[in-house]
């Protein structure tokens, strides 16, 4: 199972558990995870 395989490699990396969830494609809207410009002018 990916989600499984996932919490495994969280734990191996960072060695912490984690509670992973597999959400269907497109459950968050794309500028959620993309960064924010901002200019200083």
Request: proline letters at 5%; one cysteine or more.
């Amino acid at each position: 199972e990916v989600a499984a395989r996932c919490a495994t490699a969280v734990r191996d990396a960072v060695g912490i558990e984690a509670t992973i969830e597999v959400v269907p494609r497109d459950t968050f809207p794309r500028s959620g995870y993309k960064a924010t410009r901002l200019v200083d002018s």
